[in-house]
Nanobody, 115 residues
Framework: QVQVVESGGGLVQPGGSLRLSCTAS????????MAWYRQAPGKQREQVAT???????NYADSVMGRFTIARDNAKNTVYLQMNSLKSEDMAVYYC?????????WGRGTQVTVSS
């Protein structure tokens, strides 16, 4: 099973920025549509952004215009640039394939937005 490792989370003030990274242990990373998901306490995991193998992207309405997903197939890595962070963005962020979940879930990376 493909493993992923997410990183880049942390504590940031409202309006701040973070860049998340997720690296997968597969040599065929480039064929997958990748996605970032997040789960806030007491809430279901939700998909926030996707990037297809060809580079086309989609975003949840809640992050449109603030988050940017990108990928580097040579590094088997997907990124999430998060700008203008809000308290409601606070969650554990995960990456996986989309729409089917082909990879094992990683531990995620915690994003805390607080002043």
């Amino acid at each position: 099973q493909v493993q992923v490792v997410e990183s880049g989370g942390g504590l940031v003030q409202p309006g701040g920025s973070l860049r998340l990274s997720c690296t997968a242990s597969t040599s065929i990373f480039s064929i997958y549509t990748m996605a970032w998901y997040r789960q806030a306490p007491g809430k279901q995991r939700e998909q926030v952004a996707t990037i297809a193998s060809g580079g086309s992207t989609n975003y949840a309405d809640s992050v449109m215009g603030r988050f940017t997903i990108a990928r580097d197939n040579a590094k088997n890595t997907v990124y999430l640039q998060m700008n203008s962070l809000k308290s409601e963005d606070m969650a554990v962020y995960y990456c996986n394939t989309s729409p089917s979940l082909f990879f094992s879930w990683g531990r995620g990376t915690q994003v805390t937005v607080s002043s």
